[in-house]
């Protein structure tokens, strides 16, 4: 099997969710998010830590398992959506975009 193929989707489809996150945390900035929209956020912070761990991508993994978790509490209700936390939120996401290059 030749897993280069395999990783290049990796790459393509994080690509895809961050930039998903992106548009999903920006449009935040100006409206409530509704339950579908929190669980959209989630899904792509849980897909791209998922998948990074196929592939052994640890740094990847655990950076994205933090946001993961902060997601899945505010989904909750056990932590507030605010302006701070879509702020830290987007820079957590351009983090996530730089580990995903780093191992480009």
């Known amino acids: 099997m030749d897993i280069s193929q395999a ?3 990796f790459f393509d489809e994080s ?3 961050l930039a998903d996150m992106e548009a999903i945390l920006l ?12 669980n ?5 912070a849980h897909t791209i830590k998922g998948s990074a761990g196929m592939f ?3 740094p ?9 978790t902060v ?3 505010v989904r909750h209700g056990d932590i507030a959506f605010s302006p701070e936390l879509t702020g ?15 191992v480009t």
Request: glycine letters at 4%; proline letters at 0%.
């Open 7 to 9: 990783l290049a989707t």
């Open 15 to 17: 690509r895809d969710l």
């Open 27 to 38: 449009y935040a900035e100006s409206a409530a998010l509704e339950g579908d929209e929190m």
């Open 40 to 44: 959209a956020l989630f899904r792509c």
């Open 56 to 58: 052994g991508l640890e």
């Open 60 to 68: 990847v993994v655990r950076f994205t398992h933090e946001v993961e």
């Open 71 to 73: 997601l899945d509490r």
């Open 88 to 102: 830290l939120l987007l820079e957590s996401r351009d983090h996530m975009a730089n580990l995903v290059a780093a």
